[in-house]
T-cell receptor, first 116, second 114 residues
Framework: AQKITQTQPGMFVQEKEAVTLDCTYD???????LFWYKQPSSGEMIFLIY??????QNATEGRYSLNFQKARKSANLVISASQLGDSAMYFC?????????????FGKGTKLTVNP | DTEVTQTPKHLVMGMTNKKSLKCEQH?????MYWYKQKAKKPPELMFV???????INESVPSRFSPECPNSSLLNLHLHALQPEDSALYLC?????????????FGPGTRLTVL
């Protein structure tokens, strides 16, 4: 069963506007972590923001904020004041801790295009 | 030094070749990872090393053989690959297992198997 769902294959936004990328997750573990990564066409995965399941406040990192709604199991990424350089694939990922080890499970990604 | 480096950037190999991918980090991280990413798909975990010991093997075929010779280096030895193994291979590291640490990714090696 898919554990991370990103329902938007592609999104378009005008430069300087805000955009929200959706992510829902499924886990029965009370302790988990949620990450957002950006992947430009060059291929490198760039860490953007992290939210722990016990964190009381929504995470923010510069222009990135995470709208964490635990009861709904959603962790949407909000990018404010979009820039042309924000055009990339965006992946939501969840940390799982099977047997003391650790793995990231990624959603299918959302391709964001910022228009001038 | 806050980066993960991977060599080579691109690799083309035949099905009978033996080659190796190399990953290096000098951040003192003790967890290292190999991911495989097919075109237009998310990365999929292959292996996890924790303190130079193999921690997770995600049922990867034996034609992929990981090696962690020291805490800074991670290799992926390739032998008798198939064309469907063509993909972007990403290496990542994190300070240690657990604790919500972000994984730092390298730029990847684009592998083509002919």
């Amino acid at each position: 069963a898919q554990k991370i769902t990103q329902t938007q294959p592609g999104m378009f936004v005008q430069e300087k506007e805000a955009v929200t990328l959706d992510c829902t997750y499924d886990t029965s573990d009370p302790s988990y972590g949620l990450f957002w990564y950006k992947q430009p066409s060059s291929g490198e995965m760039i860490f953007l923001i992290y939210q722990g399941s016990y964190d009381q406040q929504n995470a923010t990192e510069g222009r990135y904020s995470l709208n964490f709604q635990k009861a709904r199991k959603s962790a949407n990424l909000v990018i404010s004041a979009s820039q042309l350089g924000d055009s990339a694939m965006y992946f939501c990922a969840m940390r799982e801790d099977p047997g003391g080890s650790e793995k990231l499970v990624f959603g299918k990604g959302t391709k964001l295009t910022v228009n001038p | 030094d806050t980066e993960v480096t991977q060599t080579p950037k691109h690799l083309v190999m035949g099905m009978t070749n033996k080659k190796s991918l190399k990953c290096e980090q000098h951040m003192g991280h003790r967890a290292m990872y190999w991911y495989k990413q097919k075109a237009k798909k998310p990365p999929e975990l292959m292996f996890v090393y924790s303190y130079e010991k193999l921690s997770i093997n995600e049922s990867v075929p034996s034609r992929f053989s990981p090696e962690c010779p020291n805490s800074s280096l991670l290799n992926l030895h390739l032998h008798a690959l198939q064309p469907e193994d063509s993909a972007l291979y990403l290496c990542a590291s994190s300070p240690y297992i657990g604790g919500g640490n972000e994984q730092f990714f390298g730029p990847g090696t684009r592998l083509t198997v002919l």
